[in-house]
């Protein structure tokens, strides 16, 4: 059992439209970060949320985490090709490990 | 580029065997982490050092081990190996921030070595 909970598994899209990723617990988190991975590479880092409710931006992508820091969202505008890949949320409960998610398929058809 | 070496990219062995992972963190991060990625269960924590010490343990068999060397590299050695051990092996190092008055973990990984035991 996952302690983090990404939907949807998949999701695919054409170029131009919007989506978002959801991640859910029912723990708290210290912080939440987003990852991306291609396919046989490493996770990399997207951004980090640590306060209730924060809202934060990276270009057309916006994160936000929950009051209860408890779950977090991922919203894509405007999707392109180069948005696919594998999204992964993480979740702090302490500071020397991170939880993950199963990850959040992502393709963007041209 | 995240900073993070592992060597080898690939590893191709049979069961039975032991094998040795390696990775160097990025300049200055004193914590590796191990984890295991599967398709399967996902990307599973395995194991933390911290400056030459164990400081987190996870999903980590006993047939596996790490350790922390003085210059900070970390490797991770896979004995006895099965097929069920056939999965991408990552390795990250953090660095520590602050916002609103709470500390965080960033952790950046690295490439990653493919194993796959035959």
């Known amino acids: 059992t996952q302690l983090l909970e990404q939907s949807p598994q998949f999701l695919s899209i054409q170029e131009g439209e919007n989506l978002t990723v959801y991640c859910n617990s029912s723990s708290v988190f210290s912080s939440l970060q987003w990852y991306r991975q291609e396919p046989g590479e490493g996770p990399v880092l997207l951004v980090t949320?640590?306060?209730?409710?924060e809202v934060k931006k990276l270009k057309r992508l916006t994160f936000q985490f929950g009051d209860a820091r408890k779950d977090s969202s991922l919203h894509i505008t405007a999707a392109q090709p180069g948005d696919t890949g594998l999204y992964l949320c993480?979740?702090?409960?302490?500071?020397?490990?991170?939880?993950f998610g199963a990850g959040t398929t992502v393709t963007v058809r041209a | 580029d995240s900073g993070v070496t592992q060597t080898p990219k690939h590893l191709i062995t049979a069961t039975g065997q032991r094998v040795t992972l390696r990775c160097s963190p990025r300049s200055g991060d004193l914590s590796v982490y191990w984890y295991q990625q599967s398709l399967d269960q996902g990307l599973q924590f395995l194991i933390q050092?911290?400056?030459?010490?164990?400081?987190a343990k996870g999903n980590i068999l006993e047939r596996f081990s790490a350790q922390q060397f003085p210059d900070l590299h970390s490797e991770l050695n896979l004995s006895s190996l099965e097929l069920g051990d056939s999965a991408l092996y990552f390795c990250a190092s953090s660095v520590r921030g602050t916002s609103g008055g709470r500390s965080y973990n960033e952790q950046f990984f690295g490439p990653g070595t493919r194993l796959t035991v035959l």
């Open positions: 050092y911290y400056n030459g010490e164990e400081r």
């Open positions: 949320v640590v306060t209730g409710g």
């Open positions: 993480a979740g702090a409960s302490n500071d020397y490990k991170l939880s």
